[in-house]
């Protein structure tokens, strides 16, 4: 099974830019799946951002152009760059780690707050 650490979010000024981090412990491979999520009050939880281990990534609507995901596959880690961040970009942030080829599984982080005041 994998585990993940989610270091603390933060909270930052609109315009302002946080830097998130997740480590997996565990095994992963080439076709897992590193990502992001949120989830902001009275709302579903929606894609930010995943990645595969050969770079390939995926991003929400809402994040295109502001929000960068890296993978460092040496330590199991994925990291979210968030600049020029907005109100809207309130919510408990979840790492997901998804692997369904070599082995299968689905695991999310214990969330993170960001908080962008205006």
């Known amino acids: 099974q994998v585990e993940l650490v989610e270091p603390g979010g933060g909270s930052v000024q609109a315009g302002g830019s946080l830097r998130l981090s997740c480590a997996a412990d565990?095994?992963?491979?080439?076709?897992?799946?590193m990502g992001w999520y949120r989830q902001a009050p009275g709302k579903q939880r929606e894609l930010v951002a995943t990645?595969?281990?050969?770079?390939?990534?995926n991003y929400g609507d809402a994040v295109k152009g502001r929000f960068a995901i890296s993978r460092d596959n040496a330590k199991n880690t994925v990291y979210l760059q968030m600049n020029s961040l907005k109100p809207d970009d309130t919510g408990v942030y979840y790492c997901?780690?998804?692997?369904?080829?070599?082995?299968?599984?689905?695991?999310w982080g214990q969330g993170t707050q960001v908080t962008v005041s205006s």
């Open positions: 997901n780690v998804r692997e369904n080829i070599v082995l299968s599984y689905d695991v």
């Open positions: 565990g095994s992963l491979f080439a076709s897992t799946v």
């Open positions: 990645i595969i281990a050969s770079g390939w990534m």
